[in-house]
Nanobody
């Protein structure tokens, strides 16, 4: 199994930026596709970014496309989420997740490993 620990959340003003990190341990990091979800109070968990094991392919829904960028460094067992032009509606707990389907970036149901989450709050 893989263990995931997120960091980098916090409070930021609208229009600002944050970079989240997720450190993985356990099994070989390159065995996994990686993703980020978020969950706002009273809302369903939303899949917001996915990246293949190699980093060659990424996926974003329209809600974050052009503002968020997922990347990974396999040598450091770390995946990142760069978030720019943040909006108050981006306020949520952000979760790092892993899929054993190495090229899975679309099927949210295949992400079976989760971090504990990190809070991102965007003030207006």
């Amino acid at each position: 199994q893989v263990q995931l620990v997120e960091s980098g959340g916090g409070l930021v003003q609208a229009g600002g930026s944050l970079r989240l990190s997720c450190a993985a341990s356990g099994r070989t990091f390159a065995d996994y596709a990686m993703g980020w979800f978020r969950q706002a109070p009273g809302k369903e968990r939303e899949f917001i970014a996915g990246i293949t094991w190699s980093g060659d392919y990424t996926y974003y829904p329209d809600s974050v496309k052009g503002r968020f960028t997922i990347s990974r460094e396999n040598a450091k067992n770390t995946v990142y989420l760069q978030m720019n032009s943040l909006k108050p509606e981006d306020t949520a707990v952000y979760f790092c997740t892993a899929s054993m389907l190495r090229n899975n970036i679309y099927d949210r149901s295949k992400y079976g490993y989760w971090g504990q989450g990190t809070q991102v709050t965007v003030s207006s």
